[in-house]
């Protein structure tokens, strides 16, 4: 999952939801931060990460099978774009295994992917592409609502885009053909949680389920702000409503 907290109270977050094993990558400042969560019915090895990375290799005990799994983020900015995609050309020649790499990678595919506001670029489209063939993945596909990112409650500033996604070689795909990737819904948080459902399937039975959840995390500041602005506004219920969601629409935007 993407995170904007630190690593100490990422670990904190992950305990209160039962998940004695993880990884966490330390937000810089508001910004970034990785991390991957599992409870103990599963092996995982570390095998690298970065603050925009975590792969690791997944165990089948009972099976004897071994795939990849990355958790990946792209950049936001266009001047760490390439760093961003070079870094996924590296990471797909230093493994062996089948691969399934989810997340944020903060573009799109296709033009459909993008409703409202300005056209993507061609080129960055194609940009996104091209690394994908050049790594052998392709777009697991969804279900449920076809964005994950959207940002302006008003129709005429509202923007939606499909910039979460698992992509997977067809190794991977081979080894979980009934894969199903969710977009479940989201409420105050601008991205929504993706829920990949494996079924794991040897000598013609199904051996295991997995379920992967990746999402995001604030700041603890979260809940400060909304009593900062709720005690700051004035005006009947209605008024304060509005005042609280241009306030925390300001506040996403400035941690994003």
């Known amino acids: 999952m993407k995170t904007k907290i630190n690593k100490f109270k990422m670990e904190k977050?992950?305990?209160?939801?039962?998940?004695q094993f993880g990884i966490d990558v330390d937000s810089i400042g508001s910004r970034g931060g990785l991390s991957l969560?599992?409870?103990?019915?599963?092996?995982?090895?570390?095998?690298?990460?970065?603050?925009?990375?975590?792969?690791?290799?997944?165990?089948?005990?009972?099976?004897?099978?071994?795939?990849?799994?990355?958790?990946?983020?792209?950049?936001?900015?266009?001047?760490?774009?390439?760093e961003a995609w070079n870094l996924l050309r590296r990471l797909c020649n230093q493994g062996e295994y089948p691969w399934l790499v989810c997340g944020d990678f903060n573009e799109i595919l296709y033009g459909f992917e993008k409703k409202e506001g300005l056209?993507?670029?061609e080129r960055r489209m194609e940009e996104f592409q091209r690394v994908l063939e050049d790594c052998h993945l392709v777009d697991l596909g969804?279900?449920?609502?076809?964005?994950?990112?959207?940002?302006?409650?008003?129709?005429?500033?509202?923007?939606?885009?499909?910039?979460?996604?698992?992509?997977?070689?067809?190794?991977?795909?081979?080894?979980?053909?009934?894969?199903?990737?969710?977009?479940?819904?989201?409420?105050?948080?601008?991205?929504?949680?993706?829920?990949?459902?494996?079924?794991?399937?040897?000598?013609?039975?199904?051996?295991?389920?997995?379920?992967?959840e990746a999402w995001c995390v604030l700041e603890d500041?979260?809940?400060?702000?909304?009593?900062?602005i709720w005690e700051n506004s004035t005006g009947d219920l209605l008024s304060k409503l509005e005042i609280m969601k241009g306030g925390l629409e300001r506040w996403a935007n400035q941690i994003r």
Do not use: M
């Open 142 to 212: 969804y279900s449920g609502n076809w964005f994950t990112w959207e940002r302006g409650n008003l129709p005429e500033t509202n923007i939606q885009e499909r910039l979460d996604r698992g992509v997977a070689t067809e190794e991977w795909s081979s080894l979980f053909p009934d894969s199903l990737i969710q977009h479940l819904p989201h409420s105050f948080l601008d991205h929504c949680p993706l829920l990949i459902n494996t079924e794991f399937k040897a000598r013609g039975q199904i051996k295991k389920k997995i379920k992967f």
């Open 13 to 19: 977050v992950r305990q209160r939801y039962g998940y």
């Open 119 to 121: 056209p993507k670029e």
């Open 221 to 228: 500041t979260f809940f400060e702000q909304i009593r900062s």
């Open 37 to 82: 969560a599992w409870r103990g019915d599963v092996n995982i090895a570390l095998q690298s990460f970065s603050n925009r990375h975590i792969d690791v290799i997944i165990e089948e005990v009972y099976e004897e099978k071994k795939w990849r799994f990355i958790s990946f983020y792209g950049s936001p900015y266009i001047n760490d774009r390439e």
